[in-house]
């Protein structure tokens, strides 16, 4: 079974900077694009940025050019770096993976973690 953990939420002031992380770990074959998402309280849950497995990136408009996602293909893992961070940042963080187990190799599905929470606040 694939698992799927996030790490490095937390409080942080206004303009400061929080890093996450997300490890998959199972009997992956091979993971293909891979995305951060969140959602607020009493919102929709949203895309922040996505990397295809080719390293191409996008953003929401709200967080270009503050935020960096980037993958580690050998760890199976995905990173955001946040920088100057604002309240209307905080959320509930997910990350989700598009993986090909060794199982089902060209029928990959999508995976997604807990969450973690990120708070933007003085």
């Known amino acids: 079974q694939v698992q799927v953990v996030e790490s490095g939420g937390g409080l942080v002031q206004p303009g400061g900077s929080l890093g996450l992380s997300c490890a998959a770990s199972g009997p992956i074959f091979s993971i293909h694009a891979m995305g951060w998402y969140r959602q607020a309280t009493g919102k929709q849950r949203e895309l922040v940025a996505h990397i295809t497995g080719d390293g191409n990136t996008n953003y929401a408009d709200s967080v270009k050019g503050r935020f960096i996602i980037s993958r580690d293909n050998a760890r199976n893992t995905v990173n955001l770096q946040m920088n100057s961070l604002k309240p209307e940042d905080t959320a509930v963080y997910y990350c989700?993976?598009?993986?090909?187990?060794?199982?089902?190799?060209?029928?990959?599905?999508?995976?997604w973690g807990q969450g973690t929470q990120v708070t933007v606040s003085s």
């Open positions: 989700n993976l598009r993986v090909a187990t060794n199982n089902n190799r060209y029928a990959p599905l999508d995976y």
